[in-house]
């Protein structure tokens, strides 16, 4: 069974950066997709990075040029890099993975992903 952790969520002011990681555990497939989701309150789970084992990323408009997901396969972990971060940046993130079909380009949407963490908080102030 795999398990995904995340960490490093937190507090950040409007302009500012975080990075939040996610551990796989148990990931035996040569194959797979791995995104970054968020959540804010009442609003729609939304994917906005995703990657797959070859390292080809995806990305919405909303985050384009601000976020960036990365993957260290040594350490079995995702990162996602979030500059010049905004208060509607504020959510809860996930990170989420699947591995029973291949994409062209790894999806962004959250019925696509078979595999998710708790999630971690991220605020950000005005």
């Known amino acids: 069974q795999v398990r995904l952790e995340e960490s490093g969520g937190g507090s950040a002011e409007a302009g500012g950066s975080l990075r939040i990681s996610c551990e796989v555990a148990?990931?035996?497939?040569?194959?797979?997709?791995m995104g970054w989701f968020r959540q804010a309150p009442g609003k729609e789970r939304e994917g906005v990075a995703a990657?797959?084992?070859?390292?080809?990323?995806n990305y919405p408009d909303s985050v384009k040029g601000r976020f960036i997901i990365s993957q260290d396969n040594a350490k079995a972990t995702l990162y996602l890099q979030m500059n010049s971060l905004k208060p509607e940046d504020t959510a809860i993130y996930y990170c989420?993975?699947?591995?029973?079909?291949?994409?062209?380009?790894?999806?962004?949407?959250?019925?696509?992903?078979?595999?998710w963490g708790q999630g971690t908080q991220v605020t950000v102030s005005s």
């Open positions: 148990r990931n035996t497939y040569s194959y797979y997709c």
């Open positions: 990657i797959d084992s070859s390292g080809n990323t």
């Open positions: 989420a993975a699947q591995f029973r079909y291949r994409y062209e380009r790894p999806p962004l949407g959250r019925y696509d992903y078979h595999y």
